[in-house]
């Protein structure tokens, strides 16, 4: 690319951005890279990895309400973050996050850093998140690539392989390196991921509002809606649970997942790999609790990117007062004390609904599952 097409195609999409920007808490002033508050840029970019921006929004706002500083981040105990965090998914973010924090207030004195060679020394920062921290927050001269950057490289630049090929992936790192300008660059890069977001979209691009449409190498040759590739979709394994809501009085069981895997660290009813048929006494084995009046409550599906649950909900009571280390009796309107994955916010929710129908105030307990969260 030309200098002289390079500083047309900068010069058109600045002026795009500027009356077409999205209105998002995180950023600063248009035109005013200095205003970027680099800790609220750390943790949006932590939020929007995987998940949309409509869904990150109230997280984002309430997160910083709680945690204005990074300090107190780094000083709040996990499972306050994982609490406030319940529902948006990706819990590994989370605790990436805290630890981040931990690190810059550790080895940074509590400053964000403003280069990419340093960003990348925080848990959860690779190339795209330093690369995004480093030029909105302090305009470093920093080239970024998500979905919607590569996108709109692959279009402009007529790229028909698959982006997330590790060759093509390469190839698209340098021309968005290559397309950097020398100052804006913060809000270059914001502008090529609105701009990726907005019009030039996955399915039917509004190529006919789009600032860089004289630029573009597929809709000149009239492939903008075949570039990218679909990519085949694979079937998802199906995993199936038995979840067992166990109440000794008014209280009920919990235990605490382990430190590592899927949804670590989160709290849940009892659950086990699913037995067919379940019965209260193969149950009490597997939980170690004998337990009775065992019914069915009903069942939970839960889609994941790799991966779909079925959870069997049952309810069952029991005289014991045994309880191991990582359990805890709770009353249902203390749940919402309990960072807990979106699948067991729906099983708490069943169990408000069909103990409480009288009493809707109840049903505030447990906060319902943010719709498109993990």
């Known amino acids: 690319m030309g200098n002289g097409q390079k500083s047309g195609l ?12 999205r209105d998002l808490p995180w950023r600063q002033t248009p035109g005013s890279e200095a205003d970027a508050d680099p800790y609220a840029v750390l943790v949006s970019e932590f939020m929007l990895q ?55 207030v550790a080895d940074f004195g509590g400053r964000i850093p403003d280069s990419t060679t340093d960003l990348m020394t925080l848990p959860g920062v690779g190339r795209y998140t330093a690369g995004a921290i480093a030029s909105i927050a302090f ?29 093509i992936r390469k190839q698209l790192w340098q021309l968005a390196e290559e397309i ?5 660059v913060g809000q270059f890069n914001s502008a090529l991921m609105d701009l990726g977001a907005t019009v030039c979209t996955q399915r039917n691009p509004t190529c006919t509002e789009c600032p860089l449409s004289r630029y573009c190498q597929a809709h000149d040759a009239g492939l903008q809606n075949s570039i990218p590739p679909a990519r085949q979709s694979r079937p998802t394994p ?14 009920w069981l919990i235990e605490k ?19 067919r048929p379940a019965t209260a006494a193969a149950l009490s084995r597997k939980i170690g609790l004998p337990i009775e009046n065992l019914k069915g409550l009903g069942q939970i599906r839960h889609a994941l990117t790799h991966r779909r649950y079925i959870f069997d909900v049952f309810t069952a009571t ?17 749940l919402d004390r309990f960072p807990m994955s979106r699948p067991q916010l729906r099983i708490a929710a069943m169990i408000l609904a069909r103990a409480f129908t009288a009493s809707p105030r109840y049903l505030r307990a447990v906060p319902s599952p943010t719709a498109g969260s993990r």
Request: with cysteine; net charge positive.
């Open 10 to 21: 900068v010069r058109r999409l600045l002026e795009w951005y500027e009356h077409n920007r």
């Open 50 to 104: 995987q998940t949309q921006v409509a869904t990150v929004t109230p997280y984002f706002l309430r997160f910083m309400a709680q945690f204005p500083a990074v300090a107190n981040l780094a000083a709040a105990p996990l499972e306050e973050i994982l609490r406030l965090w319940q529902g948006l998914g990706y819990y590994r973010r989370a605790r990436n996050l805290h630890a981040a924090a931990k690190k810059i």
């Open 139 to 167: 305009g470093q001269r920093a080239p970024i690539l998500d979905g919607n950057v590569a996108r709109v490289l692959c279009r402009l630049r007529k790229i028909c392989a698959d982006p997330t090929e590790l060759r």
């Open 180 to 184: 950097l300008p020398t100052s804006s």
């Open 238 to 251: 199906l995993v199936r649970r038995s979840t067992i809501c166990i109440s000794r009085g008014n209280r």
């Open 257 to 275: 997942r382990p430190d590592t895997g899927r949804w670590a660290g989160l709290w849940q009813f009892p659950t086990i790999e699913n037995d």
């Open 318 to 334: 029991t005289r014991a007062a045994s309880r191991k280390s990582n359990w805890q009796w709770a009353d249902l309107k203390g």
